[in-house]
């Protein structure tokens, strides 16, 4: 089980400087061409593998996003079955009207 927050809740929590482990899953093509600054990109193909780069010890809750809300909350599903408190961003990029930043 998860919660879900909207993107204009997440852009007030970032620019209230609140430390928030945000993971984008998109594909680094996506990534490339826009992502949030604060964001680390674990894209959804290679979250299995990269499950042991997530801690469950006080690095909680993840803030997961997408293009559009599918494949995060896929990945939430993923991560929440696996013990990870996960809070999927509904919209995804597509309702994020913050800056972005483009490149790795």
């Known amino acids: ?38 964001a680390v990109n674990f894209p959804l193909s290679q979250l299995p593998v ?7 010890k006080g690095e909680e809750p993840y803030i997961i996003i997408c293009r559009s809300g599918n494949r995060s909350s896929r990945a939430c599903e993923y991560l929440a079955a696996q ?13 994020w009207n913050g800056s972005v930043v483009e490149g790795e």
């Open 50 to 56: 990269k499950l042991g780069e997530l801690t469950t």
């Open 83 to 95: 013990g990870f408190e996960v809070v999927n961003v509904k919209g995804g990029m597509l309702n």
């Open 1 to 38: 089980m998860y919660t879900e927050i909207s993107t204009d809740e997440l852009r007030s929590k970032l620019e209230q400087g609140d430390k928030l482990y945000l993971i984008d899953v998109r594909e680094p093509d996506e990534w490339e061409g826009g992502h949030i600054a604060e």
